[in-house]
T-cell receptor, first 114, second 112 residues
């Protein structure tokens, strides 16, 4: 089965630093997403991306966050100035379509902000 | 987005059939029901999706009654490796699939 790949698997950073989380969605998929999961809590939607622009975002996705598809294969999430509360597992997902479509998730990047 | 309610946890033994029920009283006409499985430190994995009646695939069955206000995920003959969190999501034709809300999920523990 095709996979969504995420790098790095673990990222440790100091508060206030910028981090970029990377994802390679499944090659023929058109819709891309970022989620996060704080330890012991729910999987939370952050943002969806289609046709090189954000299609929806949650209230969590504030000005500190940005997403980009810099080339034909990568999809990145940037956090400009990390806070302690940004520590979480970040999951990238992709889907072929958007409506009632199954999502393929990556294994996640565990971000620890110290 | 329809709110879903599931049991927080369930225990079972290897070889048994497990049924996890999800309530979604406010489901809309166009909403589909999707179930995901999540192992610790991994992303959720799609299990099954349905709209009404019964859907079956190689890993599970999904039963949806006529009023569609609930659904039941059925896992036949579970093994230890089925220990995971199971999420029921409800979303419709006008809902961005990615924005479907993951609830608290049901933690299934399969014992030997």
């Amino acid at each position: 089965e095709p996979e969504v790949t995420q790098t790095p698997s673990h990222q440790v950073t100091q508060m206030g630093q910028e981090v970029i989380l990377r994802c390679v969605p499944i090659s023929n998929h058109l819709y891309f997403y970022w989620y996060r999961q704080i330890l012991g809590q729910k999987v939370e939607f952050l943002v969806s991306f289609y046709n090189n622009e954000i299609s929806e975002k949650s209230e969590i996705f504030d000005d500190q966050f940005s997403v980009e598809r810099p080339d034909g294969s990568n999809f990145t999430l940037k956090i400009r100035s990390t806070k302690l509360e940004d520590s979480a597992m970040y999951f990238c997902a992709s889907s072929l379509r958007t409506i009632n479509e199954k999502l393929f998730f990556g294994s996640g990047t565990q971000l620890s902000v110290l | 987005l329809a709110k879903t309610t599931q049991p927080i946890s369930m225990d079972s033994y290897e070889g048994q059939e497990v049924n996890i029920t999800c309530s979604h009283n406010n489901i809309a006409t166009n909403d589909y029901i999707t179930w995901y499985q999540q192992f610790p430190s991994q992303g959720p994995r799609f299990i099954i999706q349905g709209y009404k009646t019964k859907v079956t695939n190689e890993v599970a069955s999904l039963f949806i009654p006529a009023d569609r206000k609930s659904s039941t995920l059925s896992l036949p003959r579970v093994s230890l490796s089925d220990t995971a969190v199971y999420y029921c999501l409800v979303g419709g034709v006008n809902t961005n699939a990615g924005k479907s809300t993951f609830g608290d999920g049901t933690t299934l523990t399969v014992k030997p």
